[in-house]
């Protein structure tokens, strides 16, 4: 009987200790704890299931309290008193409420603020509050200096506005924010009009007045007359605003006139063509990039008779006709240059060597046809293909192989018209 009376009791308290141990075990580790029954519990272990439940309210409120801490809710509702669980991190919330407005104070500029007990963060922070001090302090000074700049730059505006008023350029200031003209030198009416008032004859006006940051470059504008303007533009702050100045020039008669020395520097000025100057720089380019075209290098037979015979009048008369036969079978894109009294090139862009060969064919057949009674009409010519998978050439290597070709052409040509020729 005391045996079994004495394993019952050991029953008991082994279920009762589980129990407990299970409920504390969810209390710690469990998402979803499972309240204890305490009448679950024999009457000795009630009391301390009752302990247990009121630590589970504990550890449920340090929980959601921590969990609102964590996602910056400072002001959320605060645990019991008696939940010690939670000193700590009520301290915690105090100190962080507090750094809250140490941070609103330095926003609003009070950089003597500190904070001590932190440790590394108090380093820190301390040491971010000094540098914004003297941030503020340099910035003050950035501000009084800039400030005594716009005096002076006021002083300068005023001076240069008595000197360039009395500039032949145009010198038109336009405020970038507005994009309006404040200045131009070139008024309406007197002397002392509205500095503003421009006189708007300038077609690209609107160009300048919209004139981007960026774009502070000298440029050339055309205007709808086709007369040619130089225009620098550079910023400026003007009346303490930051502007754009454009100083325009018409350069139109220079500019015409390097097109007429250009002309003549790259023009042959009989036939109009291009000129050995021209035709070398441009095929030292062309052998450089690698671009494909046939080479055509042709000779006016007979010109060197022509004029003994008949004059040198003629002999203009039949290098135009010459001229004309060939540009008439060419495309505008690709160079015709004389290059010497009746020697002449032609650069025929992505054109392969057959079809150059069948074009002058062509030519010359038409050429032919104008011959008159007293001469024959007549042209020899060879043609080398380059660029592309096409052997490299210097321009001296391709000037021989095109000459060797022509020659031959001549020779046949020669043959043929030797009677008329002689």
């Not at 209390?27 to 009448?39: A, F, H, K, M």
């Not at 290059?339 to 062509?362: N, P, T």
Request: charged share 35%; net charge negative; hydrophobic share 30%.
């Amino acid at each position: 009987m005391e045996s079994r009376a004495a394993e019952a009791g050991q029953t008991r308290e082994e279920k009762n200790c589980s129990l407990l141990f299970d409920y504390l075990k969810d209390i710690l580790y469990g998402r979803d704890v499972q309240t204890l029954s305490v009448e679950e519990l024999d009457e000795p272990y009630r009391r301390l299931g009752a302990g247990l439940q009121f630590l589970e309210e504990a550890v449920k409120e340090m929980l959601r309290y921590s969990r609102e801490i964590s996602r910056g809710n400072l002001s959320g509702q605060r645990p019991s008193r008696d939940n010690f669980l939670c000193d700590n991190l009520k301290n915690i919330s105090s100190i962080l409420n507090h750094l809250t407005w140490q941070a609103t104070q330095v926003a609003l500029g009070d950089y003597s603020q500190r904070v001590s007990g932190l440790g590394e963060f108090s380093d820190a922070f301390n040491t971010m509050t000094g540098q914004l001090k003297e941030r503020e302090r340099q910035l003050k000074e950035e501000r009084d200096e800039v400030k005594k700049r716009a005096v002076v730059i006021k002083q300068y505006n005023e001076f240069l506005m008595d000197l360039i008023n009395k500039r032949n350029e145009w010198i038109m200031v336009v405020d970038t924010e507005t994009k309006e003209i404040v200045y131009c030198n070139k008024r309406e009416g007197q002397e002392d009009a509205d500095p503003s008032r421009c006189k708007y004859h300038l077609s690209f006006r609107e160009q300048l007045r919209n004139w981007k940051i960026g774009d502070e470059k000298m440029r050339e504008i055309t205007d709808d007359k086709k007369n040619i303007y130089e225009v620098n533009t550079f910023p400026v702050e003007w009346m303490e605003n930051k502007s754009f100045v454009h100083i325009i020039s018409d350069v139109t008669e220079r500019k015409r006139r390097a097109e007429k020395l250009a002309m003549k520097a790259y023009h042959d000025p009989m036939t109009g063509l291009r000129n050995r100057f021209y035709y070398e720089e441009r095929m030292n380019k062309i052998l450089e990039s690698g671009e494909e075209a046939a080479f055509c290098f042709l000779d006016l037979d007979g010109l060197k008779t022509v004029n003994d015979q008949f004059g040198h009048l003629e002999g203009d008369r039949y290098i135009q006709s010459f001229v004309s036969v060939i540009q008439k079978n060419i495309r505008s894109s690709d160079e015709f240059a004389r290059i010497g009294g009746d020697e002449f090139a032609l650069i025929l862009y992505r054109c392969e060597g057959q079809l150059a060969l069948k074009k002058l064919s062509q030519a010359h057949h038409e050429f032919s046809e104008k011959s008159s009674g007293d001469y024959v009409s007549s042209f020899s010519y060879g043609v080398v293909e380059i660029g592309g998978s096409a052997v490299r050439y210097s321009l001296e290597e391709l000037t021989r192989l095109a000459d060797e070709q022509m020659y031959l052409c001549k020779r046949r040509n020669k043959e043929k018209y030797h009677i008329q020729m002689r």
